[in-house]
């Protein structure tokens, strides 16, 4: 299968991370959580997986063999969410990244940013479209705090791990 058109361009201006994405069983996911989730975000999670951009925007996955947290993208999730929202992504402005996501078929569900003070702002794309649009400069939701994606990179939590091991390493730290 191929991948989705939008995470291919986001793959053009935003290169996954050398060690790659992270392997979802995606029909475990909906056995036991009752998600379908969209086919971009999907692709995306293989390319990429859970991590960050530019250590501004972290972006959750559902569960998968070796997943490092107790919390993940449907930890406490109910299905369906009785709000219609499902967060995949924050900032460290406490600013949320959702689908909007209703009953509707998952490669339908648009993206809506929901800052900390409480404003919503919608865009009519899906998740990996709306990457592409933050990531080239087209869109620039305000938020509470600001984006730094000028040049975009992408850490995974692999990446994120080692760095934080070498760092305790060197400092004589212990992580207990």
Same mark, same amino acid.
């Given at each position: 299968m191929a991948m989705h058109r939008a995470v291919e361009e986001l793959m053009r201006l935003l290169p996954p991370p050398s060690n790659g994405g992270d392997m979802v069983d995606w029909a475990r996911v909906h056995a036991q959580f009752g998600w379908n989730l969209p086919q971009d975000?999907?692709?995306?999670?293989?390319?990429?997986?859970?991590g960050s951009i530019s250590d501004s925007l972290g972006i959750s996955t559902p569960p998968f063999?070796?997943?490092?947290?107790?919390?993940?993208?449907?930890? @406490?999730c109910p299905y369906p969410a009785p709000d219609g929202v499902l967060r995949?992504?924050? /900032?460290?402005?406490?600013?949320?990244?959702?689908?909007?996501?209703?009953?509707?078929?998952?490669?339908?569900?648009t993206v809506a940013v929901a800052t900390r003070s409480g404003t919503w702002h919608d865009y009519d794309?899906?998740?990996?479209?709306?990457?592409? @649009?933050?990531?080239?400069g087209r869109v620039s939701?305000?938020? /509470?705090?600001?984006?730094?994606? /000028?040049?975009?990179?992408?850490?995974?939590?692999? @990446?994120?791990?080692?760095?934080? /091991?070498?760092?305790?390493?060197?400092?004589?730290?212990s992580w207990s």
């Open positions: 975000y999907r692709d995306f999670v293989a390319a990429y997986g859970m063999d070796g997943h490092p947290y107790v919390d993940h993208l449907l930890y @406490e995949w992504g924050a /900032n460290e402005g406490a600013d949320d990244f959702v689908w909007r996501c209703g009953d509707e078929d998952p490669d339908q569900w794309v899906g998740m990996a479209e709306f990457l592409v @649009e933050l990531v080239s939701p305000p938020l /509470n705090a600001h984006l730094t994606i /000028n040049p975009a990179t992408f850490e995974s939590w692999r @990446e994120e791990q080692q760095r934080m /091991n070498e760092y305790a390493e060197r400092h004589g730290l």
